[in-house]
């Protein structure tokens, strides 16, 4: 253990002993907090213990993944009891501070569950439906520490990698995460130490290791979740990441406003510096690293690696050609590496732990855990962090609690908007990428968003479409064109009004994008309706002869449908929207030469 | 270019010079200026063009290109409607109609007195708490339409 660790550790140990010495109250107040009022709880918190002139600890913390309980007040007392109390509103305030901050005693009908000493009648935290499943690895320490305070998070063992990793070889770090099975949780599963394998072959002398938490995928949110719950655990893989490849500096890259994730990893970063932990010299290895924060506007492309190093350069986030490939020619022409931020935050305790401990959890060739966000028509929504292996239906039932109202599940959409949906009978699958990937799944960046038998597949995947329609970033056109072709006949389809062989069309236009576009954005963009024939293809015939099963309202998208047209005017790209391409097929006969 | 005494232009110098990035480009200053002031005026393209050593055009196409840019000043009050996935499953659609009907458009855009401006978002982030809202950026999670009106209606400054 180096000199440097040894001194941090003391003061760890002496900050945690005096946090643990007085009544401890963490309240999440991250998005997820703030949308359930848990800033309102805080300041009635905070009024309530000045009143009683207490002298207790209040931490802002990020989310324990309980979402469905927020706002979530944990409060712990020194020899007593630790519980978490559930949708805890302002008005329960004075009940949690007087009776257990003051007097110690839990308030029970508020309390959803102890934390390491059993209290009568208050089932254990690893007890509750959502919980009991869990392994955490990456959200270890979420809602447990004040996001970037380095003493708290020493105190859990952080920095412990760092260090270790700083005694060993590179290579042999590199080697560990080769043999940890590690694979990349931005969606295509890629070998990580592989990945790796790539930058440290390059000998540049700036070389970067790019943190990707654009997390564009609606009903995502666990990138951001790990940033304002616990940053320094990306921080510590970030710097371990470039210590195995040899790389200089670290980028993280966040979608611009939300201002928790990015404001705590801002915060993060400054104490890093402050100890010794980021810059020159780190811990008195010899080892130099840099890491900042780089923002980009709203784009979902920007979230694709080579977008992505162009928006960090300060240009519009369009996908390069490739090759060359970024760990020949990355971010301003430097030999670089992406990883989404969540794969990185797994490195620290695959060094601490080794890589065996880490093979050990999970199935053959999906190693570790999966964060599943749970959100859509399920009880307990909210994130859960699992080993791989388990199956989907556990995952939705058992710890999501199913639909609120014990209505069947019908689907889960996955994968992001780029992903499809999964019908309820395919839910016995395990969690694990190639399973899935093999019965035509995406396990993506772990949203899942469950719903019930009133949800209609066709006006779902119009809403995809939408989203995908919009975020073309607009530089090859059976992308562009592509999706607002698509989109235009799911629009009839919902309307009940299409026309004959606008199911051969949609195929024939995916088809295109598939083989013509640039990206993945263009490349997968069929996947939503095709997934979505194959699961629910009678539901769609029935939709398009205007029988659909199920009501589909009005739909009301977003107006700058197209990049660059929410300047004033139409953009030349307007100009061939529609028909353009396609408006030379001829229309079979029996539409009576079409609308 | 350089006009003397321009509260706004100076407005937007600072804000590129006092940017809280490292690594400073059209980009970072474009994000900062528009935190700053609220919007893109014209003297942000061509005082982020200078500082940055890029062209009018080149400043222009980052502008143009991400959504989130706006090239007049904000509403007095800003209503934010999710319509990702999860809020659509979750009844968004009735909530973003309503906000429509309340304040008279038909899409995103500002009531002509531009006290409020309505947008849509594609994923506020909070998809556990859907349906979500925002209201002057303070995001509210399993909203209802009863409330959403309320809240629009308090912006608007009349009865519901
Ligand atoms: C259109 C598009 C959007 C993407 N968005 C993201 C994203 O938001 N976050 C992410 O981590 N990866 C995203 N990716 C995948 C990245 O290109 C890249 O593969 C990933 O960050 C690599 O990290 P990993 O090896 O750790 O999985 C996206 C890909 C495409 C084609
Ligand atoms: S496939 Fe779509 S998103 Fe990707 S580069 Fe082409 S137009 Fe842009
Ligand atoms: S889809 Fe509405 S908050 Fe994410």
């Known amino acids: 253990m180096s000199d440097a660790f040894t001194r941090l550790e003391e003061r760890a140990t002496v900050r945690w002993a005096d946090l643990n010495a007085k009544p401890w109250i963490r309240v999440g107040t991250g998005l997820m907090g703030e949308a359930a009022g848990a800033l309102e709880t805080l300041d009635a918190i905070r009024r309530e213990v000045s009143k009683l002139g207490l002298d207790a600890t209040i931490t802002e913390v990020g989310t324990t993944g309980l979402c469905y309980a927020e706002p979530l007040v944990d409060v712990q007392t020194p020899g007593g009891p630790r519980i978490l109390y559930a949708n805890a509103a302002p008005q329960h305030a004075p009940a949690i501070v007087e009776c257990h901050v003051k007097d110690g005693r839990p308030v029970e009908e508020l309390a959803l569950g102890s934390v390491d000493v059993d209290v009568p009648g208050v089932p254990r935290r690893e007890e509750l439906p959502m919980m009991r499943l869990q392994r955490r690895v990456a959200l270890r320490n979420a809602g447990e520490i004040e996001p970037g305070d380095i003493d708290q998070y020493v105190a859990r063992g952080g920095f412990a990698g760092l260090d270790k990793a700083l005694a060993m070889e590179p290579g042999a770090v590199l080697e560990e995460v080769k043999q940890s099975g590690l694979r990349g949780r931005g969606g295509a599963a890629f070998p990580t130490g592989v990945k790796w394998g790539f930058l440290a072959g390059n000998s540049s002398p ?187 239906r556990q995952v939705v039932e058992e710890l999501g609690g199913g639909d609120p109202d014990g209505k069947p599940i019908k689907f889960l959409q996955t994968g992001g908007p780029l992903g499809g949906l999964l019908a309820s009978e395919q839910l016995d699958m395990a969690l694990d990428f190639d399973e899935m990937a093999k019965a035509g799944a995406m396990f993506g960046s772990g949203g899942l968003i469950v719903c019930n038998d009133e949800t209609s597949a066709v006006d779902l995947t119009r809403v995809l479409v939408a989203f995908d329609q919009m975020e073309s970033c607009g530089k090859c056109f059976p992308c562009r064109l592509g999706m607002s072709h698509l989109l235009e006949i799911l629009e009839r389809a919902c309307a009940g009004a299409s026309r004959p062989g606008d199911l051969e069309l949609m195929e024939r236009v995916g088809g295109n994008m598939r083989s013509g576009s640039l990206c993945g954005h263009g490349q997968l963009g069929y996947n939503p309706v095709s997934s979505a024939l194959s699961a629910f293809g009678a539901e769609f015939e029935a939709q398009m002869r205007g029988e659909g099963p199920l009501p589909i309202g009005p739909f009301v998208g977003p107006k700058h449908a197209l990049r660059g047209a929410q300047l004033e005017g139409e953009t030349p790209t307007a100009a061939v929207k529609g028909d353009f391409v396609y408006a030379a097929e001829p229309v079979p006969a029996a539409a009576g030469g079409g609308a | 270019m350089t006009t003397a005494a321009d509260p706004l232009r100076e407005q937007v110098r600072s804000a590129i010079r006092d940017q809280p990035f490292r690594t400073r480009t059209v980009l970072s200053s474009l994000l900062s200026v528009q935190d700053s002031v609220g919007y893109l005026p014209e003297a942000a393209i061509d005082e982020v063009a200078l500082a940055t050593d890029a062209t009018i055009n080149e400043v222009w196409g980052v502008a143009s290109f991400y959504p989130n840019f706006r090239f007049k000043p904000p509403a007095d009050h800003t209503v934010e409607v999710c319509w990702g996935p999860t809020c659509h499953v979750l009844g968004a659609q009735r909530l973003l109609q309503d906000a429509l009907a309340q304040l008279g458009l038909e899409n995103e855009g500002e009531t002509p007195d531009g006290r409020v401006g309505l947008k849509l978002n594609t994923c506020l982030g909070v998809c556990a708490h859907g349906p979500a809202m925002a209201f002057d950026h303070a995001l509210v999670g399993r909203i209802t339409p009863e409330t959403a009106r309320a809240r629009v209606a308090a912006m608007r400054g009349g009865a519901a």
Do not use: Q
């Open chain 1, 206 to 392: 700036v070389k970067y290791i790019l943190c990707n938490c654009e997390e564009g995928d609606p009903g995502a949110f666990n990138d951001k979740t790990v940033l304002e719950s616990d940053p320094l655990t990306l921080i510590e893989g970030c710097v371990i990441a470039g210590y195995a490849t040899g790389a200089s500096n670290g980028v993280v890259f966040i979608r611009h406003g939300h201002d928790a994730p990015i404001d705590r990893t801002r915060k993060a970063i400054d104490a890093c510096y402050a100890d010794g932990l980021l810059g020159v010299d780190i811990l008195g290895s010899g080892f130099s690293f840099d890491v900042e924060v780089s923002l980009v506007g709203e784009s979902y492309v920007a979230g694709e690696e080579t977008a992505l190093m162009e928006a960090v350069e300060g240009k519009r986030s369009m996908p390069r050609f490739r090759p060359p490939f970024p760990a020949a020619y990355g971010v301003w022409g430097k030999p670089s590496n992406i990883n989404n931020i969540k794969t990185i935050a797994y490195v620290p305790e695959i060094i601490r732990n080794g890589a065996e401990w880490f093979a050990a959890i999970g199935t053959e060739r999906s190693k570790g855990t999966a964060i599943a966000c749970l959100s859509g028509h399920v009880r307990y929504s909210g994130l859960v962090e699992v080993p791989f292996g388990l199956t989907m």
